[in-house]
Nanobody
Framework: QVQLEESGGGLVQAGGSLRLSCAAS????????AAWFRQAPGKEREFVAL????????MYGDSVKGRFTISRDNAMNALNLQMNSLKPEDTAVYYC?????????????????WGQGTQVTVSS
């Protein structure tokens, strides 16, 4: 099993940047596809970004393309999300997730392990 713990959330003004990290323990995160999701109040959990287990491909949700960058640090057994040009609509709890399901990668069904989430608030 993999245990995941996010950090790096906080309050930032619109146009600013934040870097989220997700520390993994138990097993090497590099064995899994790893993703970020987010959930705003009253909304469903939304796919943000994915990096496949080989690290050779990434995917992004339409609302964050060109602004967010997902990466992994195998030496630290961690997953990162660099968020630039933040907008108030990016406000949400951000979750990291890991799984091995190759299909439905932009849905929560593809991931078996989840962190507890970290709050990101973007003020206008």
């Amino acid at each position: 099993q993999v245990q995941l713990e996010e950090s790096g959330g906080g309050l930032v003004q619109a146009g600013g940047s934040l870097r989220l990290s997700c520390a993994a323990s138990g097993r090497a995160l590099s064995r899994y596809n790893a993703a970020w999701f987010r959930q705003a109040p009253g909304k469903e959990r939304e796919f943000v970004a994915l990096i496949i287990w080989t690290g050779t491909a990434t995917m992004y949700g339409d609302s964050v393309k060109g602004r967010f960058t997902i990466s992994r640090d195998n030496a630290m057994n961690a997953l990162n999300l660099q968020m630039n040009s933040l907008k108030p609509e990016d406000t949400a709890v951000y979750y990291c997730a890991a799984g091995r399901q190759p299909l439905l990668w932009n849905t929560t069904n593809a991931y078996d392990y989840w962190g507890q989430g970290t709050q990101v608030t973007v003020s206008s």
